[in-house]
């Protein structure tokens, strides 16, 4: 069973910066997909940010040039580095790993940017 932590949310202004760290276990990290997804208060869930196995990456528009994924294979880490955060940014941030076929998560960790 993969599990999955979320630490790092907390408050912010806007224009400051946070860093998401995502501990997986149950799966081998190395060749298993991970991903940034959140959730506003009365919207979908949405995706922010993939990194394949290889390392490559992808983002949703409304974060590109500001949030930076990550993962340390050695450590079974997968990092959201958010700078230049914005009121909108505002959200519970999901962890999300992609493992024999299903999607799993974690508990989410509440990121909260003020004006």
């Known amino acids: 069973q993969v599990q999955l932590v979320e630490s790092g949310g907390g408050l912010v202004q806007a224009g400051g910066s946070l860093r998401l760290s995502c501990v997986a276990s149950?799966?081998?990290?190395?060749?298993?997909?991970m991903g940034w997804y959140r959730q506003a208060p009365g919207k979908q869930r949405e995706l922010v940010a993939t990194?394949?196995?290889?390392?490559?990456?992808n983002y949703a528009d409304s974060v590109k040039g500001r949030f930076t994924i990550s993962r340390d294979n050695a450590k079974n880490t997968v990092y959201l580095q958010m700078n230049s955060l914005k009121p909108e940014d505002t959200a519970v941030y999901y962890c999300?790993?992609?493992?024999?076929?299903?999607?799993?998560w974690g508990q989410g960790t509440q990121v909260t940017v003020s004006s």
């Open positions: 999300n790993a992609r493992s024999s076929g299903y999607d799993y």
């Open positions: 149950g799966t081998i990290f190395r060749l298993t997909p």
């Open positions: 990194v394949r196995i290889g390392g490559s990456t």
